[in-house]
């Protein structure tokens, strides 16, 4: 070897370490980035350039094809820190193609809040949040999915599909459940008062007036108040028109009395008219 040789070999290029490969990263066009991101021997190269990426197709291809499940966690957090910085939308996602429940993976990378609960609050039908309940990845998605179900039939079905498996979701379902349930034993209970009610009101129409019969109309037009919203038409046409038998017969003793009430005033009048007459004379 020639003493050129030598002092040439010292200064041959020495291999770039990973950490400097890496930096190299922010220096190249986006091209480049999408060349390494999609074909580069280097999983770490691979996911330094994704998390340069822009938003376009590859990026959402990246995070939805492929079977490298790392390589798809990496485009699926460059999407959410896309989300955070408000360089994207849900909406654009949905635009392009980018289904509900994948939506749902990116977001559990986002690190700002709320993001969950505003992909949930969207115009999901119960199917979906039902398919999110069962196959949620996180937890708060799941339970998030099930507080919004409101469907009975739905819900009957999760408790069903989750008992001994998803202690959360189930727990959430069935108290739903049982929610259901009470409103429908409170309504039965209702129906029955109203049941009676009617009952009470055609016996105290045909009632012969007393001292009472007054203040028993006016509790049963309170309670009547009370009720009339859960009342069929057929029982609303029975209380109303029994109702109205009570005031017509309240309103024919009213009559009586201030005709009763006229009469002795003309009596009185007539009286004394009289009284004025003699003393004249």
């Given at each position: 070897?020639?003493?050129?040789?030598?002092?040439?070999?010292?200064?041959?290029?020495?291999?770039?370490?990973?950490?400097?490969?890496?930096?190299?990263?922010?220096?190249?066009?986006?091209?480049?980035?999408?060349?390494?991101?999609?074909?580069?021997?280097s999983?770490?190269?691979?996911?330094?350039?994704?998390?340069?990426?822009?938003?376009?197709?590859?990026?959402?291809?990246?995070?939805?094809?492929?079977?490298?499940?790392?390589?798809?966690?990496?485009?699926?957090?460059?999407?959410?820190?896309?989300?955070?910085?408000g360089?994207?939308?849900?909406?654009?996602?949905?635009?392009?193609?980018?289904?509900?429940?994948?939506?749902?993976?990116?977001?559990?990378?986002?690190?700002?809040?709320?993001?969950?609960?505003?992909?949930?609050?969207?115009?999901?039908?119960?199917?979906?949040?039902?398919?999110?309940?069962?196959?949620?990845?996180?937890?708060?998605?799941?339970?998030?999915?099930?507080?919004?179900?409101?469907?009975?039939?739905?819900?009957?079905?999760?408790?069903?599909?989750?008992?001994?498996?998803?202690?959360?979701?189930?727990?959430?379902?069935?108290?739903?459940?049982?929610?259901?349930?009470?409103?429908?034993?409170?309504?039965?209970?209702?129906?029955?008062?109203?049941?009676?009610?009617?009952?009470?009101?055609?016996?105290?129409s045909?009632?012969?007036?007393?001292?009472?019969?007054?203040?028993?109309?006016?509790?049963?037009?309170?309670?009547?108040s009370?009720?009339?919203?859960?009342?069929?038409?057929?029982?609303?046409?029975?209380?109303?028109?029994?109702l109205l038998?009570?005031?017509?017969?309240?309103?024919?003793?009213?009559?009586?009395?201030?005709?009763?009430?006229?009469?002795?005033?003309?009596?009185?009048?007539?009286?004394?008219?009289?009284?004025?007459?003699?003393?004249?004379?």
């Amino acid at each position: 070897m020639t003493v050129l040789s030598r002092i040439l070999g010292n200064f041959k290029t020495k291999p770039k370490t990973p950490e400097e490969q890496l930096a190299d990263l922010a220096q190249l066009p986006m091209s480049s980035l999408i060349e390494i991101a999609v074909a580069d021997e280097s999983v770490a190269q691979r996911l330094g350039a994704i998390a340069r990426l822009d938003y376009d197709p590859t990026l959402i291809a990246l995070a939805f094809e492929g079977a490298l499940t790392g390589i798809q966690q990496g485009a699926r957090r460059r999407l959410a820190a896309l989300l955070d910085n408000g360089l994207i939308t849900l909406e654009q996602l949905s635009a392009d193609g980018v289904e509900p429940l994948a939506q749902l993976a990116v977001v559990g990378f986002c690190e700002q809040d709320g993001w969950l609960e505003r992909l949930l609050n969207a115009s999901f039908d119960e199917t979906l949040l039902y398919q999110i309940a069962i196959e949620g990845v996180s937890a708060r998605a799941r339970q998030l999915a099930v507080e919004r179900i409101e469907d009975e039939n739905v819900l009957n079905q999760l408790l069903k599909a989750t008992k001994g498996k998803d202690k959360l979701v189930y727990k959430v379902a069935k108290a739903k459940c049982d929610g259901f349930r009470e409103r429908d034993q409170r309504a039965a209970e209702t129906q029955v008062e109203i049941a009676h009610l009617c009952q009470r009101v055609d016996a105290h129409s045909k009632r012969a007036f007393d001292p009472f019969f007054a203040t028993q109309s006016a509790q049963l037009q309170a309670k009547w108040s009370l009720l009339k919203h859960a009342a069929d038409a057929q029982a609303t046409a029975r209380v109303e028109q029994g109702l109205l038998v009570c005031q017509q017969t309240l309103d024919a003793v009213l009559q009586q009395q201030a005709d009763l009430v006229a009469q002795e005033v003309a009596a009185l009048k007539a009286v004394e008219a009289q009284g004025l007459l003699i003393e004249q004379l």
